[in-house]
């Protein structure tokens, strides 16, 4: 079953414009959220993260929202650039218990067309 | 400074056969994971190692998996004997020591054809 859903495989937006990227998820200990961005034939690099205490975190052009009430978290990317585009995904973690293992979602696909 | 190196980048096995594939962490690393990515599906879990030790290696599949650490440095994951279902990519990550936010550094992933 999986903790951490993107129900969008793929999007695609104008540059200059907003990019928002989705995530849902179940499990309520999670305590941290973080985004990766992948390009092809590389590894996730890390882009952003929000603690479960807050419910906005913003890095430059790069803006998280958290709602924990509805479990969902989103990326907002302002103003989108072509460099952009790569896959995204969302993570989870929990800072209790033994394992600090970071559960995944399935990642979107960004175009950003020039 | 380098970063967490993989090796191979890719690998082309039959079934049945043996792969070994190498991470070498960014020095000063105590945390060391190992991720798996099966095409079009989200990254998992396989293991994770504090220095020599394994901390928690619940997402290992079964037992053709074997992940070693060898004086809490690079490490290595056996897949022995592979089967076609064991293909996908295979990522490396490493942290500092002290439990943080969930930032990992990942490496370029080792890519295993299991034909």
């Known amino acids: 079953d999986q903790q951490v859903k993107q129900n969008s495989p793929s999007l695609s937006v104008q540059e200059g414009r907003i990019s928002i990227l989705n995530c849902d998820y179940t499990n309520s200990m999670f305590d941290y959220f973080l985004w990766y961005k992948k390009y092809p034939a590389e590894g996730p690099t890390f882009l952003i993260s929000?603690?479960?205490?807050?419910d906005k975190n913003e890095d430059g052009r790069f803006t998280v929202f958290l709602n924990k009430s509805a479990k969902h978290l989103s990326l907002h990317i302002v103003p989108s650039q072509p460099g952009d585009s790569a896959v995204y995904f969302c993570a989870a973690y929990s800072a209790q218990g033994g394992s600090e293992k970071l559960v995944f979602g399935k990642g979107t696909k960004l175009t950003v067309n020039p | 400074e380098a970063g967490v190196t993989q090796f191979p980048s890719h690998s082309v096995i039959e079934k049945g056969q043996t792969v070994t594939l190498r991470c070498d962490p960014i020095?000063?690393?105590?945390?060391l994971y190992w991720y798996r990515r099966v095409m079009g599906k989200e990254i998992k879990f396989l293991l994770h190692?504090?220095?020599?030790?394994?901390?928690?290696e619940s997402g290992m599949p079964n037992n053709r998996f074997l992940a070693e650490r060898t004086g809490g440095t690079y490490s290595t994951l056996k897949v022995q004997p592979a089967e076609l279902e064991d293909s996908g990519v295979y990522f490396c990550?490493?942290?500092?020591?002290?439990?943080?936010?969930?930032?990992?550094?990942f490496g370029e992933g080792s890519r295993l054809t299991v034909l």
């Open positions: 929000i603690s479960s205490i807050k």
């Open positions: 990550a490493s942290s500092w020591g002290a439990r943080g936010t969930g930032e990992l550094f």
């Open positions: 190692f504090v220095k020599e030790s394994k901390q928690d």
């Open positions: 020095s000063g690393h105590d945390n």
